[in-house]
């Protein structure tokens, strides 16, 4: 009983799951969460922290201690021309500290160019999940696109399988002849082929959706039909009026600027190499010394020998410290820094060049933004009244067949007239929607729908 429960709680969830119907906000969220593109700008961010920590970290003093052990083995002969053996064994134990004094502002500028760097990334992180966001919000309206040409097709479909069942029952008690029955077969095949292709674009559709959010389940994945007016309104913002919004707000040219403050601040850190550099140490430490030979360093006034004491005494006995300050001053470098002075300002060049690119790039896309959304606007009000006219035209056809005064074949070429139009309306409607939503979110206005 207990396994039968447990597998139908499996069972359950996972139909759950399958049967799940994402949002545009829950594809969105999934996205910035799990994209391999933001995951790849968080590390940069994270990077770009560390360094500013390091920075900061120059600040403090840096201490290493050492410690060498020396054998030597052989001969040597003293000034009276004895040889002897001068077999002995060296230690020395040492701790240094080591400290910046000046250097003028080196240190200081030079986590300010990396918090500049920090605010950076930080933008180059929003405009990534901003490009992924638009990426998903035009392929989720391109899925809905798809879905409602799908529901134009089974329309017609239902149609053509009406008119083929009428032109059967007549064609079967004999008022009309074979022929009649052939046209509405034919049609209904080429319905039926219709749909086939819609529902293939459908999941095309979907499968693209799907890579974009990097899912691995995508043959169960879905989304939420969202209904749209059928009446639009007209774009409420000129480009005029977004451009100096956009290129003031939007995180790439929050970007290009802190990077043009952190190539003037580099510009600061590399000058300070024209300045002496001043540096205090301190240190401590001791030796042992051991004759590998004799135990005795020599003899006392009374002829004593005198022995070699422990390595405990000895670093007691050796014990000293030391303090020394030290200044570095620049003479002649053949003209290296001077000429990464000159190479830093035209990384400021750059930078600014890059930020005027920027906000071309930012003003183009917002102009082409507005454009599509007028135009998309105007043709789909064109597409409106194609579809009106189809649609009376398709009434008068549907009365003249069953009068007997049209063909099956008018009939059906006009089915097909209505459902072209309603397909350009379906895509006239949806490309002026993204446009529309393109547009405002340069304005500032949430991707929503």
Do not use: H
Request: proline residues 2%; charged residues 20%.
């Amino acid at each position: 009983m207990k396994k039968f429960i447990l597998v139908s709680l499996l069972f359950s969830s996972t139909f759950a799951f399958a049967q799940k119907q994402w949002t545009l906000q829950e594809c969105v969220n999934y996205a910035l969460q799990n994209n391999l593109q933001v995951k790849q700008s968080d590390y940069s961010k994270k990077n770009q922290d560390l360094n500013l920590n390091m920075a900061k970290r120059q600040y403090l003093p840096s201490v290493s201690g050492t410690i060498s052990n020396n054998a030597s083995f052989g001969q040597n002969q003293d000034v009276f021309g004895n040889i002897r053996r001068n077999d002995n064994f060296n230690n020395n134990l040492n701790v240094g500290a080591n400290i910046l004094l000046f250097n003028n502002g080196r240190l200081e500028k030079q986590i300010r160019k990396s918090q500049f760097d920090v605010e950076a990334s930080q933008f180059d992180t929003e405009a990534t999940k901003n490009n992924i966001s638009l990426q998903i919000a035009q392929q989720y309206l391109t899925v809905l696109l798809n879905k409602e040409i799908t529901k134009i097709a089974k329309s017609s479909l239902e149609n053509a399988q009406k008119v083929y069942d009428r032109a059967k029952i007549t064609t079967d008690v004999g008022t009309t002849p074979q022929t009649i029955l052939a046209e509405a077969d034919a049609s209904l095949a080429r319905e039926k082929q219709n749909v086939n292709t819609a529902e293939i674009n459908t999941k095309r559709s979907l499968f693209s959706l799907a890579q974009l959010l990097q899912l691995s389940d995508y043959k169960n994945f879905d989304i939420v039909s969202v209904p749209i007016d059928g009446q639009l309104d007209a774009p409420l913002y000129s480009a005029e009026n977004i451009v100096e919004k956009a290129t003031t707000d939007q995180p790439e040219i929050k970007a290009a600027e802190n990077r043009i403050f952190s190539a003037k601040a580099e510009t600061e850190v590399v000058k300070t190499a024209f300045w002496p550099t001043i540096s205090a140490t301190a240190g401590i430490g001791s030796f042992y010394y051991n004759s590998l030979t004799t135990n005795t360093v020599g003899v006392d006034l009374a002829g004593n020998p005198i022995r070699e004491k422990n390595l405990f005494n000895q670093y007691s006995n050796n014990f000293g410290q030391q303090l020394g300050l030290s200044a570095n001053i620049p003479i002649f470098n053949k003209g290296i820094t001077k000429l990464q002075v000159e190479q830093s300002k035209i990384n400021e060049d750059i930078a600014k060049n890059n930020l005027e690119q920027q906000k071309q790039t930012i003003k183009e896309n917002v102009q082409k933004a507005q454009f599509d959304a007028e135009s998309n606007y105007e043709s789909y009000l064109a597409a409106q009244a194609t579809e009106k006219s189809s649609k009376l035209a398709l009434d008068f056809a549907e009365k003249s067949y069953e009068a007997g005064k049209t063909t099956i074949y008018d009939l059906s070429n006009a089915r097909n007239n209505f459902a072209n139009a309603q397909g350009s309306v379906a895509q006239a409607k949806y490309n002026y929607l993204f446009s529309l939503k393109l547009l405002n979110f340069y304005a500032g206005i949430p991707l929503s729908l």
